[in-house]
Antibody
Framework: EVQLLESGGGLVQPGGSLRLSCAASGFTFSSYAMNWVRQAPGKGLEWVSVISGSGGSTNYADSVKGRITISRDNSKNTLYLHMNSLRVEDTAVYYC????????????WGQGTLVTVSS | EIVLTQSPGTLSLSPGERATLSCRASQSVSSTFLAWYQQKPGQAPRLLIYGASSRATGIPDRFSGSGSGTDFTLTISRLEPEDFAVYYCQQYGNSLWTFGQGTKVEIK
């Protein structure tokens, strides 16, 4: 059974930094691209970033480019999201998600971790 | 960037009724790259439909997807109590993903 377990969320001041983690199990982690998708309170889903199975290719939404870095450690079956220069508008539940390529289908989601940016 | 527009924003229906949800793309999308998700309050989204019309594992056959080009539809043939939720369409292309703003299916 595929399991994705996020951690690392919390309260941070504007301009601060945070690192989210996602522990994966139940599938061959290194064979799959992984996404981060976020959801602001009461709002819809917003794609944030993707990383290839090897970690050699990444992409970011324009809203986070230059402030957020996605990475993975395939030896630990763990996905990361390094978040810097955080803004109030980054407040959201952050989901890690397993991606099926080439279709881009997101076939499994974690339960999410809440990031609150506030002074 | 392709924009997905879902309509209506809210659909008020009774259990047993048919629900028809629309997703319109700002430019043509290959059916291969179009998916639908269901999200209930306090839960993560769940994959319902991929490739515009294929049901994901474990999804009941009352859920069906159709469409091509710029117009896609999710149909729930007879609403069950557990189907009242928010539904999102999503497309993939050029290593980025976009989601529609969602349609809430609520009990009338």
């Amino acid at each position: 059974e595929v399991q994705l377990l996020e951690s690392g969320g919390g309260l941070v001041q504007p301009g601060g930094s945070l690192r989210l983690s996602c522990a994966a199990s139940g599938f061959t982690f290194s064979s799959y691209a992984m996404n981060w998708v976020r959801q602001a309170p009461g709002k819809g889903l917003e794609w944030v970033s993707v990383i290839s199975g090897s970690g050699g290719s990444t992409n970011y939404a324009d809203s986070v480019k230059g402030r957020i870095t996605i990475s993975r450690d395939n030896s630990k079956n763990t996905l990361y999201l390094h978040m810097n220069s955080l803004r109030v508008e980054d407040t959201a539940v952050y989901y890690c998600a397993k991606v099926e390529l080439p279709t881009g289908t997101i076939d499994h989601w974690g339960q999410g971790t809440l990031v609150t940016v506030s002074s | 960037e392709i924009v997905l527009t879902q309509s209506p924003g809210t659909l008020s229906l009774s259990p047993g009724e048919r629900a028809t949800l629309s997703c319109r793309a700002s430019q043509s999308v290959s059916s291969t790259f179009l998916a639908w998700y269901q999200q209930k309050p306090g839960q993560a989204p769940r994959l319902l439909i991929y490739g515009a019309s294929s049901r994901a594992t474990g999804i009941p056959d009352r859920f069906s997807g159709s469409g091509s080009g710029t117009d896609f539809t999710l149909t729930i043939s007879r609403l069950e109590p557990e189907d009242f939720a928010v539904y999102y369409c999503q497309q993939y292309g050029n290593s980025l993903w976009t989601f529609g703003q969602g349609t809430k299916v609520e009990i009338k």
